[in-house]
């Protein structure tokens, strides 16, 4: 199947003009020696089978279950008017706005996602977008080297695996180190940052610290003592940096509120289906005081010559097509749609919306926490959490598996996420929002509990 | 900075309401659905976000659309950006609840769908491309761009050669080449281009040496021009130890004509929203996967789709394949973009893609050979998918510059091309038209082009003030830089900038 218009003749006009009897002539260029003929491909498919092929391998995949499946991926109730709106061809099929006059449309989406999520982080400053929340949290670490000098970040291991497995990447080619601040093990605050450590990490003559990133909530689900870290990583000299998820914002306190420099996260919760693992949107905001260490695109609002409001790509002297191997990054294009998908979602919602969608999660999950307590799956810590929460499974692994074939999917198994913490070996990291139901909520209890009481053999 | 007059469209905050549009998507929660947090986790103050009903929205969003030029607007020869048609049947993929309502977390035997059609794309890009092995993780092309140098660093420290400190990157290359190896804690190199637009071999011997770990080669080059002498500039890199790198952004000019590592390439990767057609959304969401010759296969990130004896798929588990570079991002990668990849390669079939380039070539060749003698066409050999055009004479002659003439075509009707990009010629046009661009559409653009040479010498204060019928005029820039406004605020001027 061809998107292309051209006729026969017109080629053949097009050869004509130039004097060429085959378009194999403009090739010629190409030594003979490395010239490719052809690919050993799959034969072209027309639409109707490709339809077809493409719908027999989404069928494929297991959309049915009961899923309590979250750590940094949500299912949320998504408003038709954000995907419909996101198929206006003039805003999907246009590129980065490089000419502001007839990119005007794309230029005031940018700069009210940008106010949508100052407003929700209390931040100034809001890059364009970043890939991910994992990208993004890299970036912002990052940022705290290039704004301190110094070249030792320190990130608590509430934050999310991937989070850290990116950021390690991301260090060593930049020649930075970073090093995890632990969890507690026990006691009250059981799964939350070790801030007797963190401390005496911060106080590390050798290491100076230039950042201290921590996630709230973390990956387990708990609120961390933002405020706490944050004045021990001022006391230090660090910055401060928030992993944050953004629905969670609309009813927790802000970044700005508890002292983070920066807020860095994952936007996808916002109006993107998990699809998999992307595209997502990565969320990085900062004070003001950060504004020329922000790396990606910003948008500004400016006027033309005659003095009309209008908006424009700004302070672009940090960007890699400007300042080449002096960048801040080496960002170029991002993820403006999902920045889009935010920015509609947000506005669909309104304030009280977005409250709600928030407030009914958390109301579930102390639903889901109450019947997988009776079902004799207790919470593995005793802080408090949002909407996502690890309970006490023994051989956890395995009962997620039976669980899987009773429709269930039962969230992910902490042996399998973290399997470097021991203490979360019996961990079953599970999460409601406001499309879980209590019908859900009652089978996944029941199953479990039946799991959970009956001996192994009798299971199989 | 005044502004003065109506804005073109209000903001989402100038078109709020107090209790407009509330409480309509979501039964109300309980009362008490908060009060077991602690209080001072709770937010102090609701955020100031905007209350519009539904119809307020859409009117919002259609009206900020037509304020934009598009690919479904118009002709949009944006050179380097490969600005094709994007098919519909792509978006109505990617929307398909099995492939869009899977967690990415979900058990294997859960996502089979999504991890075959995943594999099948790494095998095809594969074939394309003459790699041996290719990952689907980075986000876009510049995060693959340091996916592959990072690589690059782990193979050459896993031979223990600490030594190589620098990356070798010709002057007309994408600035993100030069900002990855930064990233990646190499010195660029800059190294000047031949007179005829083409890599300097001279140049390249005189700087290769014990210290290059790699050279990035972008091949059509940014000047739409193939690298002629590839072949000796691989033997030159290879012989000093040094990795090839090629920046693929310029594969969509020769789909079945050129294969990088068949070539001798050891790395690159692909844009897919430039040569498979993904949407580029208003500046991403893209994908750029990255394809390795077999002797950095082991240092792909992870995770890898892999297929079982048994045919099964799965994910590759963390830590599985220990000399890998680890992570670029979360999860798989941009999986919603890569089934509009994979769409798009299973649509065309290898004869199709071929068709793909050959009518881009045809495209490009045809429209600078129209426009020869009205503007300076600077290298003469035919080009790729893509040419130089550039405003020189046209500037001596009548003070016009390729701002100017860029800024008037958007009076004719049309997107301007990439302006002074790349660096290496003066008042540059970048001008790609693709192969989805119909003859009279390339015909009418030429026509523009020709018109705005003649009312550069008849008229030029009506070029030099272009556009004219654009929803705003030229914007004071500096202002923008210089007083940032980033953000919308209820009360501005209580809140001077900075």
């Known amino acids: 199947m061809a998107y292309g218009p051209h006729t026969a003749g017109e080629r053949g006009r097009m050869l004509e003009a130039l004097g060429i009897a085959s378009v194999d002539a403009l090739f010629e260029a190409i030594p003979p020696a490395v010239r490719a003929s052809g690919l050993d491909l799959a034969p072209a498919l027309t639409e109707l089978e490709l339809m077809e092929h493409l719908e027999g391998l989404a069928g494929q995949n297991r959309i049915d279950l009961a899923s309590f499946l979250g750590a940094g991926v949500y299912r949320h109730h998504l408003p038709p008017v954000v995907d419909q709106l996101l198929l206006r061809g003039e805003l999907y099929t246009a590129y980065t706005p490089y000419q502001p006059e ?38 912002a670490a990052l940022m705290t080297c290039r704004a301190t000098g110094r070249e030792h970040v320190l990130v608590s291991r509430g934050v999310h695996p991937h989070y850290r497995e990116t950021f390690e990447t991301y260090f060593a080619g930049a020649n930075l180190t970073f090093a995890e601040i632990p969890l507690l093990a026990g006691g009250p605050a059981a799964g939350t940052t070790d801030l007797a450590a963190l401390e005496r990490m911060l106080a590390d003559p050798e290491h100076p610290v230039a950042g201290v990133v921590a996630g709230h909530p973390s990956v387990l689900g708990l609120l961390e003592p933002m405020e706490e870290i944050g004045r021990l990583a001022h006391a230090a000299g660090a910055l401060f940096v928030a992993v944050v998820e953004p629905v969670g914002l609309a009813v927790l306190a802000p970044p700005a509120a508890y002292g983070a420099d920066i807020a860095a996260g994952e936007g996808q919760s916002l109006g993107m289906p998990p699809q998999y693992g992307g595209p997502y949107l990565g969320i990085v905001a900062c004070r003001e005081a950060l504004i020329r260490q922000i790396p990606g695109r910003l948008i500004g609002m400016t006027a033309d010559l005659e003095g009309r409001r209008a908006f424009v790509m700004t302070l672009r002297a940090r960007e890699q097509d400007i300042r080449r191997e002096r960048a801040a990054s080496n960002i170029c294009t991002n993820q403006a749609l999902c920045a889009l998908a935010a920015s509609i979602y947000v506005a669909a919602l309104g304030p009280g919306g977005l409250h709600d969608v928030a407030a009914t999660g958390a109301a579930r999950a102390a639903e889901l926490e109450a019947a997988l307590a009776t079902a004799g799956a207790p919470r593995l810590h ?67 509990a039946a799991e959970l009481s009956a001996p192994p053999e009798a299971v199989r | 900075m005044t502004v003065t007059g109506n804005p073109l469209q209000p903001t989402l905050f100038e078109l709020s309401r107090p209790g407009r549009g509330a409480g309509t998507r979501l039964p109300a929660p309980p009362a008490d659905a908060l009060a077991r947090l602690p209080a001072s986790a709770r937010r102090a103050v609701p955020p100031a976000l905007p209350e519009l009903n539904e119809a307020t929205l859409v009117r919002h969003y259609v009206n900020l659309s037509h304020l934009n030029w598009s690919v479904d ?82 193979y050459h420290r896993a031979r223990g050669d600490a030594a190589r400190t620098d990356v070798l990157v010709p002057d007309s290359a994408h600035g993100t080449n030069p900002a990855t190896a930064s990233m990646a804690g190499f010195r660029t190199v800059n190294i000047p281009s031949a007179a005829d637009g083409g890599v300097d071999l001279d140049a390249f011997r005189a700087a290769l040496g014990p210290t290059t770990a790699a050279v990035m080669i972008t091949n059509p080059s940014t000047l739409g021009l193939f690298e002629t002498r590839v072949v000796e500039l691989l033997e030159m890199v290879h012989a000093v130890g040094a990795l090839a790198y090629m920046d693929g952004a310029n594969l969509n000019a020769m789909l079945g004509h050129f294969r990088p590592g068949a070539a001798g390439f050891d790395v690159m990767h692909f844009n897919v929203h430039k040569t498979f057609s993904t949407p580029h959304g208003g500046g991403g969401p893209g994908a750029g996967p990255v394809g390795v010759l077999s002797h950095l296969a082991p240092f792909l990130p992870e995770p890898l789709v892999l297929r079982e004896p048994d045919g099964a798929f799965r994910l590759e588990r963390a830590g599985e394949r220990p000399t890998s570079i680890g992570r670029m991002r979360s999860f798989v990668g941009n999986v919603g973009i890569l089934v509009r990849a994979y769409a798009y390669i299973r649509a065309h079939g290898p004869d199709g893609l071929r068709e793909v380039s050959d009518d881009a070539v045809l495209a490009a060749n045809y429209l600078k050979h129209r426009l020869a003698g009205a503007y300076v066409v600077p290298f003469e050999r035919p080009c790729m998918h893509e040419f130089v055009a550039s405003s020189t004479a046209l500037k001596a002659a009548t003070g016009v510059r390729t701002l100017d003439v860029a800024k008037r075509l958007i009076d004719k009707g049309f997107h301007p091309p990439t302006i002074y990009f790349p660096l290496t010629v003066d008042e540059a046009l970048l001008i790609e038209p693709t192969e989805t661009e119909s003859l009279e559409t390339l015909d009418a653009f030429v026509d523009a082009m020709l018109d705005i040479a003649r009312e550069a010498h008849d008229d030029p204060e009506l070029v030099k003030s272009a556009p004219h019928t654009a929803p705003v005029r030229r914007l004071d820039e500096a202002t923008a830089a210089r007083q940032p406004n980033l953000r919308w605020r209820a009360e501005p001027a209580d809140d001077p900038p900075a």
């Not at chain 2, 049947?89 to 309502?101: S, T």
């Not at chain 2, 990415?104 to 099948?120: I, N, V």
């Open chain 1, 382 to 448: 005793r802080g408090a959490y949002l909407n996502e929460f690890a309970v006490r499974v023994p051989d956890a692994v395995a009962v997620h598996r039976r669980l899987l074939g009773a429709g269930i999917l039962a969230g992910i198994p902490l042996a399998e996420l973290e399997p470097g913490d021991p203490s979360l070996a019996e961990g079953l990291l599970v999460c409601a929002t406001e499309v879980t139901t209590p019908a859900e909520i009652r089978r996944f209890a029941a199953a479990l």
């Open chain 1, 102 to 139: 007839i990119s005007q449309g794309t230029l005031q989406t940018i700069y009210e996602y940008q106010s949508l999520l100052a407003e929700l982080t209390g931040m100034d400053v809001v890059s364009a977008s970043h890939y991910d929340g994992a990208a993004a949290t890299a970036e």
């Open chain 2, 73 to 154: 607007t118009g002709f949009y020869p944006l050179g380097s950006c490969t600005m094709k048609y994007n098919p519909k049947v792509n978006e109505w993929a990617a929307r398909l609840p099995g492939f869009a309502a899977l967690h990415p977390l979900a058990p294997d035997e859960t996502a089979q769908g999504t991890l075959e059609l995943l594999w099948r794309l790494e095998q095809d890009l594969a074939e394309i491309s003459g790699m041996d092995a290719v990952t689907l993780q980075p986000a876009a092309g510049a995060q693959g761009e340091l996916t592959g140098i990072l690589m690059v660093r782990a």
